[in-house]
Every structure is written in C-alpha cells, then in structure tokens.
C-alpha cells in the first residue's frame, strides 16, 4: 500500500549545523510530495512541496528533491537556527482522487544556541 | 483571509457518548478533510468532502462520520466513543480536489474521552 517512512527523531543539533530529515516512499502512480511543519503549540503549516519528479521545493532556507529513482523526498537546510526547532512530517498525496495526505511518523528537531 | 477555525478547542467526553466537531474552511475552499493525531498512530486521514459529497475515506470505523454544508462547513461525528478515540483531531481545507493542491490546517480539536 501507499505509505511514508521517515527517519525516527529526536534531532538534536547546535544553531548553523547542517540538517537532513530522510523520508521514503511507496506509491502508486505519481504522487506529490510535502513537508508539513507543526511549531510549539502551532497547528500544521506546509514548509515545501514537489508535485512531479526532479522537482525541487524551497522555502525558508530548506530544500528538497523529489526522486523518483529512490523514492525519496529529504528534507536539507544548511545553517539551522533556534527556530526552526518544531516536528517535521513528510507526505504524499495523489495515490486517490482529491487532496487526502498520507504523513509519515514526524520527526521532531530540536535546536540549540 | 481568515484561516480555518475549528469548535470546540478542547472537549472531554465519557466512553459511550457521542460528539461532534465543527470546522469552517478558508472563504473560497471548498474542499474539506479530516484527521486524526495521536502520539501512537501520528497523523491519520478520516475523509474529505467537496461540494457536500465525501470523495474519500479512510480506515476508520463507521463510527466516525461526517458531513459538509452547502457554505462548505464540515462536521465530523464521532459516535459510541472508546478510550482509544482521544486524540486531536485536525481540519484542513483547499481550494480544489487536486493531489498537488496545498491544504491549510486548523488548529484542532483535543478530544478527551474518559
């Protein structure tokens, strides 16, 4: 079946050290792929999307390409900072008619000056 | 724009009863999903709605049900509650059915059933 698979956290690193989430997937077809941030105490906010292969998503400093030959979505920022502390979920939609996402488990960074 | 809202914020249920949750997307979307968090299962897709007819489901029991107004409100109904149905449930809406469209999420509500 459809489904997503994300590295298990916690992440914990220092302020400007260089960040790698790891999320696959399994899918039928062509989905489109999504990071969802959820801040403290905040409700779901989309970070980035790809919605076809090769793709790349951008935005506040992260970065991610859809790839299709290893069914991957990784999410990458170079110089992370205090507040980009949150839980991080990966997601796929498409694998059915409408918007319905499939998240992986969520990854939860924490940052530290 | 308003984002989307959801009633009640917080709710605390015995086993048995029923309740239902309200959601009310963002001016202009008019489709709707549902889903379910908890620390166990993460993040869980209950159905979504466009234009009062629900396109999708997801494997949950018959229990949990819901419905969308002609103004694209949603409600969700959960009914003979079991312990195992406290969680947070969140609301999302977009603007249209495409797999590629961004949702918006509301806050959620913490449902408690004791």
């Known amino acids: 079946g459809n489904s997503v698979t994300q590295m298990e956290g916690p992440v914990t690193l220092s302020e400007e050290a260089f960040l790698t989430i790891n999320c696959t997937y399994t899918a039928t077809g062509y989905p489109s792929l999504f990071w969802y941030v959820q801040y403290p105490g905040e409700g779901l906010q989309l970070l980035l999307k790809?919605?076809?292969?090769?793709d790349k998503g951008s935005n506040k400093g992260f970065e991610a390409t859809y790839r299709k030959e290893t069914t991957s979505f990784h999410l990458e920022k170079g110089s992370v900072q205090v507040s980009d502390s949150a839980v991080y979920f990966c997601?796929?939609?498409?694998?059915?008619?409408?918007?319905?996402?499939?998240f992986g488990k969520g990854t939860t960074l924490s940052v530290s000056s | 724009k308003a984002g989307v809202t959801q009633t009640p914020r917080y709710l605390i249920k015995t086993r048995g009863q029923q309740v239902t949750l309200s959601c009310s997307p963002i001016?202009?979307?008019?489709?709707v999903s549902w889903y379910q968090q908890t620390p166990g299962q993460g993040l869980q897709f209950l159905f979504e709605?466009?234009?009062?007819?629900?396109?999708n489901k997801g494997n949950f029991p018959g229990r949990f049900s819901g419905r969308q107004f002609s103004n694209s409100r949603s409600e969700m109904n959960v009914s003979t509650l079991e312990l195992g149905d406290s969680a947070l449930y969140l609301c999302?809406?977009?603007?249209?059915?495409?797999?590629?469209?961004?949702?918006?999420f509301g806050p959620g509500t913490r449902l408690t059933v004791l």
């Open positions: 999302a809406s977009s603007p249209g059915t495409l797999g590629g469209n961004e949702q918006f």
């Open positions: 709605y466009f234009s009062e007819t629900q396109r």
């Open positions: 997601a796929l939609s498409g694998f059915q008619a409408g918007t319905a996402l499939i």
């Open positions: 790809a919605t076809k292969a090769d």
């Open positions: 001016s202009g979307h008019r489709s």
